[in-house]
């Protein structure tokens, strides 16, 4: 942060190898500018990353159907520090076989794994 202020945005849903699409980090700055002073841009080509991501954009969540015994938790769409407290409740609930707070059935890893 000795460099100044960092502007992230959301998350661009394309293939692995597509075109970068700054639209969203333009907007941005372009509102962060109204907000703040901010001087030049220190990096002059624009940082995007490609990360795995499900195709309904639900996190996989609960039993592995080949595999007793082995639990599935992961694909949260990189808000996992946020919904990880969610996750951790609801997989512990199932696994001891206790009532969940929320319907697990749109996380079931089966949807994905036969």
Do not use: Y
Not at 21 to 32: C, G, N, T
Not at 40 to 48: K, Y
Not at 73 to 88: E, L, R, S, V, Y
């Amino acid at each position: 942060m000795e460099q100044g202020l960092r502007l992230t945005t959301g998350v661009q849903l394309a293939e692995r190898d597509a075109p970068k699409d700054l639209v969203q980090l333009e907007l941005a700055e372009r509102s962060a500018r109204e907000a703040f002073p901010l001087d030049v841009r220190l990096d002059a080509d624009a940082w995007l990353g490609s990360r795995p991501t499900l195709p309904d954009s639900r996190p996989m969540i609960g039993a592995c159907p080949r595999h007793p015994g082995l639990w599935w938790a992961c694909g949260h769409q990189h808000i996992g520090f946020n919904t990880g407290p969610g996750t951790a409740a609801l997989l512990g609930a199932m696994m001891a076989g206790e009532a969940c707070a929320i319907d697990p059935a749109p996380f079931r890893p089966s949807r994905f794994i036969r």
